[in-house]
């Protein structure tokens, strides 16, 4: 006898792509909310921003601009920051964030059966990415020096499928390198496909690629201004490419993907280069003093060009490190990367918050072994 009982329909938590359900998600750094922090687990900058940037978000919160939609293409910011870079605006996207670039490159160009390059060990959420676009993750190690290696500009995955799009951290994260522009100029030539310079700590580093795209349609660059603008908080972002490129990406991206404030900020922000310089020379100067301090401690330390050092000590656990600074209210990154090992990421603070760190990690030495 059939039973009138039907069964009870799949939740919507049930019921979402197996692509979405395998995958464990990005997980961002620890953003204490409450309590007095030494933070430098998230590549934050320590100084306030340009004080132009809150005369132009007082004087769009003082007019009616927040009743209309902003404008789509940011035209404001692409023409002061087309100026500032030698570049034109329709060479210029504008994000909510670099991260927000990364998606809409990611699914402009790789689709069902497609791979995604990148290096490894490198930015996280680009695994992400591909996880819920549904493509491959191609990842290849870095060398011991951190250049990468010949088969990072193959055609074909070692599962045989084709790249489609690749992506290098310039200067990288966890590490702090970077690769010259020649270097990457002969990669973009060898790759099938475009190639994503990802600059999101470019202003801290001695080179950029900006030059690279003025000579090559392949080479496509993207930058922050959550890092050397101070600018975290408002989340803003923009690629440089060619127009062409440009005018393509511009068919994916969400209709408004940047606010009236944060295009605002992020206008001001960008047309103060005397802050940007003092800033980064700030930044420099701390980080040789972090570095220094940390190998006087016994840390190896790599040569930095972003605003973060990488450090890894021989006699000391490096997770038991990060706990005991937590224990004390200083949060910096402990990085873990599957055949490679593990290390801390510290973030370049101001000079009495890195003297705070610096202060506790002898006795913290001390309480930790391997």
Request: some cysteine.
């Amino acid at each position: 006898m059939a039973s009138n009982i039907e069964s009870a329909p799949e939740s919507a938590a049930a019921l979402v792509r197996p692509a979405i359900a395998a995958i464990a998600g990005y997980v961002p750094g620890e953003q204490p909310q409450g309590g007095v922090w030494t933070k430098l687990n998230t590549n934050e900058n320590p100084y306030p921003p340009s004080p132009a940037v809150a005369e132009a978000v007082a004087a769009v919160c003082a007019g009616r601009t927040l009743a209309k939609y902003p404008d789509p293409l940011a035209t404001h910011f692409r023409e002061q920051a087309a100026s500032v870079l030698g570049v034109t605006p329709e060479m210029i996207l504008c994000g909510n964030g670099s991260d927000d670039l990364l998606t809409i490159l990611v699914r402009t160009y790789v689709g069902e059966g497609e791979a995604l390059r990148v290096p490894t060990p490198s930015y996280i959420l680009y695994r992400t990415l591909a996880d819920i676009q549904g493509v491959d993750c191609d990842e290849v190690a870095f060398n011991a020096d951190w250049s990468l290696p010949a088969a990072f500009g193959e055609p074909m995955t070692p599962a045989g499928k084709p790249v489609k799009l690749a992506i290098v951290p310039n200067p990288n994260s966890p590490s702090g390198t970077l690769l010259s522009p020649d270097v990457l100029l002969q990669l973009a030539e060898q790759l099938p496909c475009p190639l994503v310079v990802d600059e999101a700590y470019g202003d801290f580093g001695e080179t950029n690629c900006l030059d690279l795209v003025r000579q090559s349609e392949r080479v496509i660059v993207t930058r922050s201004l959550s890092k050397s603008y101070a600018l975290a908080g408002i989340r803003f972002g923009f690629a440089v490419a060619q127009p062409g490129v440009i005018e393509q990406l511009r068919k994916v991206k969400d209709s408004y993907n940047c606010d009236a404030i944060s295009i605002a900020a992020a206008t001001a922000a960008v047309a103060d280069q005397d802050w940007l310089a003092a800033n980064q020379a700030a930044i420099r100067a701390t980080r040789d003093r972090l570095s220094g301090a940390l190998r006087q401690l016994g840390f190896a330390v790599i040569d930095s060009q972003a605003n973060f050092v990488w450090c890894t000590h021989s006699a000391h656990s490096h997770r038991s490190i990060y706990e005991a600074l937590k224990a004390r209210q200083i949060l910096v990154r402990f990085m873990q990367y599957a055949g490679w090992g593990d290390g801390l990421r510290i973030t370049v603070g101001t000079d009495a918050e890195i003297d705070t760190l610096l202060a506790v990690l002898p006795d913290v030495l001390r309480q930790t072994s391997c």
